[in-house]
């Protein structure tokens, strides 16, 4: 899969001005921020999802719900676009849906206005409606 890192260029303010060293930082921003960047990280080093239980997607290193489901539960704007992995059935409509999630999320307005209120939860440890599976069996652990 080539990657178009240019398309996510436009995003480097946010980045630098809310992604934290470590962790998820101390406001909503710096969490959204966090998160988005996991997703889109994850996908294109990994071919990690955020589901891969409910959606016809199949990534399976890493589990990466949490991250989709505290934008989901915190971010009115996130869930929406979210929900669209059950309708994505290749790498590309995947692709799509998180350009559309970093198109929506981290602009910097909206990111700015988040930065007054604190973390909220943990983007780490938030369940809902977007689940993992880690797919391994008998016969894969043979396989190792």
């Known amino acids: 899969m080539a990657v178009d890192w240019g398309y996510y260029d436009k995003f480097d303010r946010v980045m630098k001005?809310?992604?934290p060293d470590r962790g998820e930082g101390e406001t909503m921003a710096t969490q959204v921020v966090t998160a988005v960047n996991k997703l889109v990280f994850k996908w294109y080093n990994d071919g990690d999802v955020y589901d891969n239980v409910n959606s016809p997607m199949t990534g399976w290193c890493n589990d990466l719900s949490s991250y989709a489901n505290?934008?989901?539960?915190?971010?009115?704007?996130?869930?929406?676009?979210?929900?669209?992995i059950l309708d994505c059935f290749n790498g590309d409509e995947y692709e799509d849906l998180l350009k559309d999630l970093a198109d929506t999320l981290l602009d910097l307005e909206e990111v700015e206005a988040l930065s007054a209120n604190p973390?909220?939860?943990?983007?780490y440890d938030c369940s809902?409606?977007?689940k993992f599976d880690e797919h391994w069996d008998d016969e894969d652990e043979e396989e190792w």
């Open 70 to 84: 505290w934008l989901n539960e915190y971010i009115p704007a996130a869930g929406g676009i979210l929900d669209g």
């Open 119 to 123: 973390a909220k939860g943990s983007i």
């Open 17 to 19: 001005e809310y992604l």
């Open 128 to 130: 809902g409606p977007f």
